[in-house]
Nanobody, 115 residues
Framework: QVQLVESGGGLVQPGGSLRLSCVAVGSIFSIEAMAWYRRAPGKKREWVAVITRGGSTRYADYSVKARFSITRDNQNTVYLQMNNLKPEDTAVYYC?????????WGKGTLVTVSS
């Protein structure tokens, strides 16, 4: 069993930055990948970025890749550095991990980009 705890969300002005954190607790020895998703108001949840156990990263699109960075500092913590935030980045951001073929989700952290 794996529990995920996200933090770092908040209110930021357009052009600002935030860093989201997600700590995985539990059976973390077999984490295959860690990812971030988001759900904007009135929209479906969408994938943002992923980092594999080996450190490879992928991003949803060019705009995200140009402004966001997903990293891991050890086996159980993943970050999402978000720069040059835009109002359309407003969403609840969810951490997701894949362990032995099973996905686990955090409860989400709200990011609001507004002046």
């Amino acid at each position: 069993q794996v529990q995920l705890v996200e933090s770092g969300g908040g209110l930021v002005q357009p052009g600002g930055s935030l860093r989201l954190s997600c700590v995985a607790v539990g059976s973390i020895f077999s984490i295959e990948a860690m990812a971030w998703y988001r759900r904007a108001p009135g929209k479906k949840r969408e994938w943002v970025a992923v980092i594999t156990r080996g450190g490879s990263t992928r991003y949803a699109d060019y705009s995200v890749k140009a402004r966001f960075s997903i990293t891991r500092d050890n086996q159980n913590t993943v970050y999402l550095q978000m720069n040059n935030l835009k109002p359309e980045d407003t969403a609840v951001y969810y951490c997701n991990v894949l362990v032995r073929g099973v996905e686990y989700w955090g409860k989400g952290t709200l990011v609001t980009v507004s002046s």
